[in-house]
C-alpha cells in the first residue's frame, strides 16, 4: 500500500477480500467491506444478516455487523476518515462504488487489484498443491471422456455438460464454474454456451470444464481447475486431423517455452506462430491463456503485448484453438506452473486427438 500511495484499501465482491481474509461477501445489494487502513487495523463492514458467515478473527480484522436500518456507506466513510488515496476492489458494484464517491467527495480511487495483484499472482506452495489437487480431479473427468464413459453421440450438449459437472463435484470439486460441450459446428465457439444440439457421430466435441476445489491447506478459499481437451466421435477426416495436429504441437511448443524470465507476449507467440504457418492463424481468435488461482480468470494473461516476465509461482492456463466458422473448433487447454527450473504442466490427460465411440 505503501509503494503504490494507498491509505486504505476497501475490499468488496471479489476474490481478493476471500483471498486476505477467508471470507467471501454474498454478491448482493447489501454492502460488504473490509476497510484496511494503511495506519490502522481492519474492519469487515457486514450485513447484521450475514455476520454468522464470519468466522471472526480479532488478529485479522474488527467486525461490525450493520442492522437494516443503519446506512453501510457512511459507516464506511466513517472508518476511512480524513484518508484520501483510496482503492477499491475490482469487482465492486457500481451502486456502492457512486455512493462512496459521493459520501467520500475528497478521495481519489484506484483499482484494489494495483496493491493485491502481484501478491495474489505468484502462488506459494499451499496454493500450487491446491491447483494441482483441483486439477487432477478435473483429469479425472478428462480420463472417462476419453474412456467413453460419458455417452456423447446422441445426447444434447445441455446433457453431457451436466454430467461432466456432476463428475467434476464427485471428483472432489465442491464447485462446478463452467462445462462448455461444443459439438460440430458449435465448436466453432469459444464459449459456446452448451445447448440442446444432439451431437452427431464423426464430428470434434471441444469439452472444456473447471470448478472450485477447497483443500484443507487452503482453507475457506479455493482454487480452481480449468482444462480443455477435444475428442471426435469417430474416425475424423483428414482436414480435422492436420489441424489438431497442428495444434497440439503449437499448445505443447507454449507449454515448453514457459520458465522464469520469459514474457507472457512470447508464450502467446510460441503458440500463435505454429499455427499461423499452418495457414490458420485469423482463425485462433482468443489470447493463449489466463492466470489461475482463486479466480479463474486472473493475472498474469498470456496475450500480445503483454511484457511481464514470468516468476516461479505463476500459474495460468495455455489454451491455443483454432476455430473455423460454420464447421469445427478445437482447444486443447492445460493449466501450467512456472518453477525455478522450468515448467511444471498440472493437466496430465491425453493431448492426442482420441477417437470416443461413445
Ligand atoms: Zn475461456
Ligand atoms: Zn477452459
Ligand atoms: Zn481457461
Same mark, same amino acid.
Given at each position: 500500500?505503501?509503494?503504490?500511495?494507498?491509505?486504505?484499501?476497501?475490499? /468488496?465482491?471479489?476474490?481478493?477480500?476471500?483471498?486476505?481474509?477467508?471470507?467471501?461477501?454474498?454478491?448482493?445489494?447489501?454492502?460488504?467491506?473490509?476497510?484496511? @487502513?494503511?495506519?490502522?487495523?481492519?474492519?469487515?463492514?457486514?450485513?447484521?444478516? *450475514?455476520?454468522?458467515? $464470519?468466522?471472526?478473527?480479532?488478529?485479522?480484522?474488527?467486525?461490525?455487523?450493520?442492522?437494516? #436500518?443503519?446506512?453501510?456507506?457512511?459507516?464506511?466513510?466513517? #472508518?476511512?476518515?480524513?484518508?484520501?488515496?483510496?482503492?477499491?476492489?475490482?469487482?465492486?458494484?457500481?451502486? #456502492?462504488?457512486?455512493?462512496?464517491?459521493?459520501?467520500?467527495?475528497?478521495?481519489?480511487? !484506484? +483499482?484494489? /487489484?494495483?496493491?493485491?495483484?502481484?501478491?495474489?499472482?505468484?502462488?506459494?506452495?499451499?496454493?500450487?498443491?491446491? #491447483? =494441482?489437487s483441483a486439477a487432477a480431479a478435473a483429469d479425472a473427468v478428462a480420463a472417462a471422456l476419453?474412456?467413453?464413459?460419458i @455417452?456423447?453421440?446422441?445426447?444434447?450438449?445441455?446433457?453431457v455438460s451436466t454430467e461432466i459437472g456432476r463428475r467434476l463435484i464427485e471428483a472432489g470439486h465442491d464447485r462446478v464454474n463452467f462445462a462448455i460441450v =461444443?459439438?460440430?459446428? %458449435?465448436?466453432?465457439?469459444?464459449?459456446?454456451?452448451?445447448?440442446?444440439?444432439?451431437?452427431?457421430?464423426?464430428?470434434? $466435441?471441444?469439452c472444456d470444464f473447471g470448478g472450485t476445489m477447497?483443500?484443507?491447506?487452503?482453507?475457506?478459499?479455493g482454487?480452481c481447475s480449468d482444462t480443455? +481437451?477435444?475428442?471426435?466421435?469417430?474416425? &475424423?477426416?483428414?482436414?480435422?486431423?492436420?489441424?489438431?495436429?497442428?495444434?497440439?504441437?503449437?499448445?505443447?511448443?507454449?507449454?515448453?517455452?514457459?520458465?522464469?524470465?520469459? /514474457?507472457?507476449?512470447?508464450?502467446?507467440?510460441?503458440?500463435?506462430? &505454429?499455427?499461423?504457418?499452418?495457414?490458420?492463424?485469423?482463425?485462433?481468435?482468443? +489470447?493463449?491463456?489466463?492466470?489461475?488461482?482463486?479466480?479463474e480468470?486472473?493475472?498474469?494473461?498470456?496475450?500480445?503485448? %503483454?511484457?511481464?516476465?514470468?516468476?516461479?509461482?505463476? =500459474?495460468? /492456463?495455455?489454451? @491455443?484453438?483454432?476455430?473455423?466458422?460454420?464447421?469445427?473448433?478445437? +482447444?486443447?487447454?492445460?493449466?501450467?506452473?512456472?518453477?525455478? !527450473?522450468?515448467?511444471? @504442466?498440472? %493437466?496430465?490427460? *491425453?493431448?492426442?486427438? $482420441?477417437?470416443? !465411440?461413445?
Amino acid at each position: 500500500m505503501a509503494e503504490h500511495g494507498v491509505d486504505a484499501l476497501l475490499l /468488496s465482491l471479489g476474490a481478493d477480500l476471500p483471498w486476505l481474509s477467508g471470507y467471501e461477501a454474498m454478491p448482493l445489494e447489501r454492502p460488504t467491506v473490509l476497510v484496511v @487502513p494503511s495506519d490502522a487495523e481492519a474492519t469487515l463492514v457486514v450485513p447484521r444478516l *450475514e455476520a454468522p458467515r $464470519v468466522e471472526p478473527d480479532a488478529a485479522l480484522f474488527a467486525l461490525r455487523p450493520w442492522d437494516e #436500518l443503519e446506512d453501510p456507506v457512511a459507516l464506511v466513510a466513517g #472508518l476511512v476518515g480524513t484518508r484520501r488515496s483510496l482503492a477499491v476492489s475490482d469487482r465492486c458494484w457500481a451502486q #456502492l462504488l457512486l455512493d462512496l464517491q459521493a459520501a467520500l467527495p475528497a478521495a481519489s480511487w !484506484q +483499482r484494489a /487489484s494495483a496493491v493485491i495483484g502481484p501478491l495474489r499472482e505468484v502462488k506459494d506452495a499451499h496454493e500450487i498443491a491446491a #491447483l =494441482a489437487s483441483a486439477a487432477a480431479a478435473a483429469d479425472a473427468v478428462a480420463a472417462a471422456l476419453f474412456a467413453g464413459e460419458i @455417452p456423447l453421440i446422441g445426447r444434447s450438449e445441455a446433457e453431457v455438460s451436466t454430467e461432466i459437472g456432476r463428475r467434476l463435484i464427485e471428483a472432489g470439486h465442491d464447485r462446478v464454474n463452467f462445462a462448455i460441450v =461444443a459439438s460440430g459446428p %458449435n465448436a466453432a465457439s469459444p464459449h459456446h454456451e452448451p445447448g440442446e444440439r444432439r451431437i452427431q457421430a464423426g464430428e470434434a $466435441v471441444v469439452c472444456d470444464f473447471g470448478g472450485t476445489m477447497r483443500t484443507e491447506q487452503t482453507g475457506a478459499a479455493g482454487y480452481c481447475s480449468d482444462t480443455t +481437451r477435444t475428442v471426435v466421435t469417430g474416425p &475424423p477426416s483428414a482436414e480435422l486431423r492436420a489441424c489438431y495436429g497442428v495444434l497440439q504441437a503449437a499448445q505443447a511448443a507454449a507449454v515448453a517455452a514457459v520458465r522464469p524470465g520469459v /514474457s507472457c507476449e512470447a508464450i502467446d507467440a510460441a503458440a500463435r506462430e &505454429p499455427i499461423a504457418a499452418a495457414g490458420f492463424g485469423e482463425y485462433f481468435v482468443h +489470447r493463449t491463456g489466463h492466470g489461475i488461482g482463486i479466480e479463474e480468470h486472473e493475472a498474469p494473461w498470456i496475450v500480445g503485448g %503483454n511484457t511481464t516476465a514470468i516468476r516461479p509461482g505463476h =500459474a495460468f /492456463s495455455v489454451e @491455443p484453438g483454432i476455430y473455423l466458422p460454420g464447421r469445427f473448433g478445437l +482447444r486443447i487447454e492445460d493449466i501450467v506452473v512456472a518453477t525455478e !527450473q522450468g515448467v511444471r @504442466p498440472l %493437466n496430465t490427460s *491425453e493431448h492426442g486427438l $482420441v477417437v470416443v !465411440q461413445a
